[in-house]
């Protein structure tokens, strides 16, 4: 089933029983707020010569710590690596792997549909994500992610966006 959103008509889409929210700025917690500043600035230091397509991601650790990775694409694609696996690999090099409680996501460029709807973590990158809340013991970490105006918001958790996961 694929995972649909309706914008700007409705604020809510379903996948597979999973509630996924879609909200505004104004909606957010400060620290949310914070976390998808963050995504956004990351951003501006992806390496997508071939793709254009520039991605920033943030994640939260267990002291309050904002980590951020960008994208980085190789001239052999599938080497490419995603800005939240960035992310999620520097927060495991400065021994915050374990407690990161939340992630944000950015994505500017000239593909998909980024200027309008949030982007969405690729099946690898929430396969990482999955691990990394599992080793927590927190299957509700939260992923949050922007849409390229920066406007509107995707809330959902890591079990939301990959049900029945292997970890
Ligand atoms: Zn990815």
Wanted: net charge neutral; proline share 4%.
């Amino acid at each position: 089933m694929a995972l649909r959103f309706y914008l700007p008509d409705y604020r809510v889409a379903t996948h597979l029983g999973a509630m996924i929210t879609v909200v505004g700025w104004s909606e957010l917690a400060r620290e949310d707020q914070d976390l998808l500043v963050a995504a956004r600035a990351a951003s501006q230091k992806a390496f997508a010569p071939y793709s254009h397509f520039k991605v920033g991601a943030a994640v939260r650790c267990g002291d309050g710590r904002i980590v951020d990775g960008a994208n980085y694409e190789s001239a052999s694609y599938g080497l490419t690596v995603c800005a939240e696996r960035v992310a999620i690999f520097r927060a495991n090099m400065e021994g915050e792997h374990r407690n990161i409680s939340a992630v944000a996501i950015y994505a500017s460029g000239k593909t998909l549909k980024a200027d309008d709807i949030p982007v969405s973590p690729c099946g690898a990158c929430r396969q990482i994500l999955a691990e990394v809340a599992a080793r927590n013991d927190c299957p509700d970490m939260r992923v949050m992610s922007a849409n390229a105006r920066f406007d509107r918001f995707l809330i959902a958790t890591v079990s939301d966006l990959l049900p029945q996961a292997f970890v």
